[in-house]
């Protein structure tokens, strides 16, 4: 079964860090580029980062350019989303999913709430 199962996002302060987790299973993840989304409440999906088969290039939306840094470990057939000096517009759900024609079902999504 091809799916996304992400995880890490929970509760932080203005400033804080986490760090998101997007395990795939079905398929070898190592064969495609990945991204990493973000949706909030009555928007689409934005693209937050993309990270080529190899770990790089990368790609970096400007809202989280310097404070973001994706990476994958395609042994594990994971990719990560390492979140710093999080920001109350960082309040989102994170999903992941391939840069490809392709492209497997939207996983649960992890939510990040950044809160005072």
């Known amino acids: 079964q091809v799916r996304f199962v992400e995880s890490g996002g929970g509760l932080v302060q203005p400033g804080g860090s986490l760090t998101l987790s997007c395990a795939a299973s079905?398929?070898?993840?190592?064969?495609?580029?990945m991204n990493w989304y973000r949706q909030v409440p009555g928007k689409g999906r934005d693209l937050v980062a993309r990270?080529?088969?190899?770990?790089?290039?990368?790609y970096y939306a400007d809202s989280v350019k310097g404070r973001f840094t994706i990476s994958r470990d395609n042994a594990k057939n994971t990719i990560y989303l390492q979140m710093n000096s999080l920001k109350l517009d960082d309040t989102a759900v994170y999903y992941c999913?391939?840069?490809?024609?392709?492209?497997?079902?939207w996983g649960q999504g992890t939510r990040v709430t950044v809160s005072s």
């Open positions: 990270i080529s088969q190899a770990g790089t290039p990368t």
């Open positions: 079905g398929f070898t993840l190592a064969t495609y580029v």
């Open positions: 999913n391939t840069d490809s024609t392709w492209r497997p079902s």
